[in-house]
T-cell receptor, first 112, second 116 residues
Framework: GQQLNQSPQSMFIQEGEDVSMNCTSSSIFNTWLWYKQDPGEGPVLLIALYKAGELTSNGRLTAQFGITRKDSFLNISASIPSDVGIYFCAGQLYLEDDKVIFGPGTSLSVIP | GAVVSQHPSRVICKSGTSVKIECRSLDFQATTMFWYRQFPKKSLMLMATSNEGSKATYEQGVEKDKFLINHASLTLSTLTVTSAHPEDSSFYIC????????????FGPGTRLTVL
C-alpha cells in the first residue's frame, strides 16, 4: 500500500531559527496536506496543496507540492515556542474514497 | 468554519462494557467522515470510512463487529467500541470532509479511551 516517509523524525531548534521538514512517497498523490498536532488534541490543518509545483504560504509557514507529486516540504520561518508539536504530512488519492494516508510525523521542539 | 466536535473528550470504562463516541460537524454537512486511531507517539491509523446513509468501509485488520460505526445524518457519525478491552485503550479521532471540498479533512479534537 501507499506509504509516506517524513524527515527528520524529530528536531530541536532555537527560537527564531527556520525549520524545514520533508515528506516523500513512492506513490503519486493528488493532494498533499500538512497538519500540526498538539498533545491530546486532534490534528489541525496548516496548509493544503492541490497542484503539482504549487507553493503556498500561511503566515510563517510555506509548503510546496513537488513536481513529481511524490513529495512535499514544509518550512517554518522564525520559529516561536508555540510551534512545538508534531507535524504530519498526509497524501490523498481521489480514487480511494478521499482516503488520506498520514506520514509518521516530525516532532518539533523549540528552545526559548 | 469547518468545525468538528467529538464527545466525550475522555472516557474511562471497565473491561467488557461498550463505549460510544460521537463525531459532529458543527457548521457544515459532512457526507463522509473518517475514524482514526492513534497510539502514543504514533501517526494516525485509518480505521474506517463512514458515508451518510450507508455501511461504513473498514480498513484491513479492523474488526467491524468490534468497532461499530453509524453515520445516521449529515452531521453525525458514531463509533461504538463493543466489549472493550484494555488493548482498545487509545486516542480516537474523527474527521469530516465538506461536500464543497472533498479533498480536505477537518479533524475533531479526539477522544481518549481508557479501558481498565
Amino acid at each position: 500500500g501507499q506509504q509516506l516517509n517524513q524527515s527528520p523524525q524529530s528536531m530541536f531548534i532555537q527560537e527564531g531559527e527556520d525549520v524545514s521538514m520533508n515528506c516523500t512517497s513512492s506513490s503519486i498523490f493528488n493532494t498533499w496536506l500538512w497538519y500540526k498536532q498538539d498533545p491530546g488534541e486532534g490534528p489541525v490543518l496548516l496548509i493544503a496543496l492541490y497542484k503539482a509545483g504549487e507553493l503556498t504560504s500561511n503566515g510563517r509557514l510555506t509548503a510546496q507540492f513537488g513536481i513529481t507529486r511524490k513529495d512535499s516540504f514544509l518550512n517554518i520561518s522564525a520559529s516561536i515556542p508555540s510551534d512545538v508539536g508534531i507535524y504530519f504530512c498526509a497524501g490523498q488519492l481521489y480514487l480511494e474514497d478521499d482516503k488520506v494516508i498520514f506520514g509518521p510525523g516530525t516532532s518539533l521542539s523549540v528552545i526559548p | 468554519g469547518a468545525v468538528v466536535s467529538q464527545h466525550p473528550s475522555r472516557v474511562i470504562c471497565k473491561s467488557g462494557t461498550s463505549v460510544k463516541i460521537e463525531c459532529r460537524s458543527l457548521d457544515f454537512q459532512a457526507t463522509t467522515m473518517f475514524w482514526y486511531r492513534q497510539f502514543p507517539k504514533k501517526s494516525l491509523m485509518l480505521m474506517a470510512t463512514s458515508n451518510e446513509g450507508s455501511k461504513a468501509t473498514y480498513e484491513q485488520g479492523v474488526e467491524k463487529d468490534k468497532f461499530l460505526i453509524n453515520h445516521a445524518s449529515l452531521t453525525l457519525s458514531t463509533l461504538t467500541v463493543t466489549s472493550a478491552h484494555p488493548e482498545d485503550s487509545s486516542f480516537y479521532i474523527c474527521s469530516a470532509v465538506t461536500s464543497e471540498r472533498t479533498d480536505t479533512q477537518y479533524f475533531g479534537p479526539g477522544t481518549r479511551l481508557t479501558v481498565l
